[in-house]
């Protein structure tokens, strides 16, 4: 029995905090149901590359859950949303503030008809204050949370990241947020005890939280955090290096013991000694000094010797991968952290495998995502327990669809 089995998830987000922690409970065994609108879809069936027409972003974000293609803007599929919350644990949604409770959803109806029911809400600003009902996406959480103005080089611009940082962030604090939710509603200690609750994730918040100190560094000293590149204001030598066949390594030295030995190993051991090598802080005003010592080092070897090297002397290094060093790298193979799960249409598909390993109740993926409104059917049929001609009924007015004869398993 998988860790959350017998938990039923509704996935109701999109782009991209939600949908990713919806897929992160799936992995561990919670059934999740997908609803996305019947006619335009999940959006992110139209993001990235496509191979045969099928969106290889979608397979990864949307494996393990169940396709429910379902307008809760129209009543009747209000009407459906509500028996499926009644029969459901958590809700994940991402609407603007308000849209729910416009469509006559709201959680105070939700919870009437579910006193149990776990909704999480994750909005780019959260549910409430003067920018609660902007367009929030991942990148002003990016920018507003300080990442952007600590990261690029020296005298470059604010650097953003390439892909989703803030809602990858989001979407595991998301994740967190309702397990915590689900053990507080099982402990006879908690106020919650027996109860539902309702989470008010911010995109905006997450991602300032694993920033640092610098919210009480600039409270008690007035300092704000400038971009150093590849440097660290915490200690030296942290960077990256290119070797002498146009491969590049980065070193970290956070610990004082390391630091050591990396000057001894470039040949600069005089430097140990130095008063001011004792303390991280002091070796980062000296990297000018430190980075020269070292790069010089590197670029007079090929990466594999300077690998070689570094893990002989018990210093911290390691070559910059790009995706195809990922795929053949011996530590990743052996905890198979790139994984092969078979498609009914592409065959075996590489993507990445569940985020860490259990020993008495590990996750897996059992499907790549599917085609939109696969299991409506099933969904309307069992779950929610309508028959057969009320759910042609459905079909016709638009509320739900299903997936073409073609798209089907």
């Known amino acids: 029995m998988s860790a959350l089995d017998g938990i039923r998830v509704i996935d109701a987000a999109t782009l991209f905090a939600g949908p990713m922690a919806a897929t992160m409970l799936a992995d561990f065994g919670a ?3 997908k609803i996305e609108h019947p006619i335009k879809g999940d959006p992110v069936r139209l993001h990235g590359q496509l191979k045969d027409g099928i969106p290889l972003w979608w397979l990864m974000l949307a494996r393990n859950k169940k396709t429910l293609a379902l307008d809760l803007g129209k009543p009747e599929g209000g009407d459906v949303f509500k028996s499926l919350i009644a029969e ?5 949604e991402n609407f603007r503030p308000g849209t729910l409770e416009k469509w006559g959803l709201g959680p105070e ?7 149990k029911i776990i909704i999480a809400r994750v909005t780019g600003f959260g549910q409430f204050g003067p920018y609660a009902n902007r367009a929030g996406f991942g990148t002003l959480a990016e920018s507003m949370s ?3 103005a600590m990261t690029g080089e020296v005298d470059g611009p604010p650097t953003l990241p390439p ?9 595991l604090s998301t994740s967190q947020a309702i397990l915590t939710a689900l053990a507080a509603q099982q402990n006879p200690r908690s106020e919650a005890f027996g109860k539902g609750q309702v989470i008010d994730l911010a995109i905006i918040e997450p991602i300032l939280a694993i920033l640092g100190p610098q919210p009480t560094v600039f409270d008690q000293l007035g300092i704000v955090q400038p971009r150093t590149g590849n440097r660290s204001v915490n200690n030296s030598p942290r960077n990256t290096y290119k070797t002498k066949d146009d491969k590049w390594v980065a070193i970290s030295t956070s610990a004082q013991s390391i630091a050591e030995r990396v000057m001894k190993l470039v040949g600069h051991p005089e430097v140990v000694s130095e008063q001011w090598f004792a303390s991280g802080g002091e070796r980062a005003r000296h990297a000018d000094l430190l980075d020269e010592y070292v790069s010089s080092w590197i670029k007079a070897r090929d990466c594999s010797e300077v690998l070689s090297a570094f893990e002989e002397a018990g210093a911290a290094v390691a070559k910059i991968y790009d995706i195809r060093d990922i795929m053949k790298d011996e530590q990743f193979q052996a905890l198979d952290t790139i994984t092969s799960v078979s498609d009914p249409h592409l065959g075996p598909v590489k993507m990445q495998n569940v985020l860490y390993r259990m020993s008495e109740t590990p996750g897996a993926i059992n499907w790549t995502g599917r085609p939109k409104g696969q299991d409506t059917y099933e969904i309307l049929e ?4 309508l028959s057969q001609e009320e759910i042609e009924v459905l079909e016709r007015s638009g509320a739900i669809s299903f997936a073409a004869p073609h798209e089907g398993e």
């Open 146 to 148: 300080g990442f952007a």
């Open 88 to 92: 459901s644990n958590v809700l994940i």
């Open 31 to 33: 059934e999740v149901i």
């Open 163 to 171: 892909f989703g940082l803030a809602d990858g962030i989001a979407a």
């Open 382 to 385: 069992k779950i929610v327990g």
């Open 109 to 115: 109806v939700l919870m009437a008809i579910n006193p």
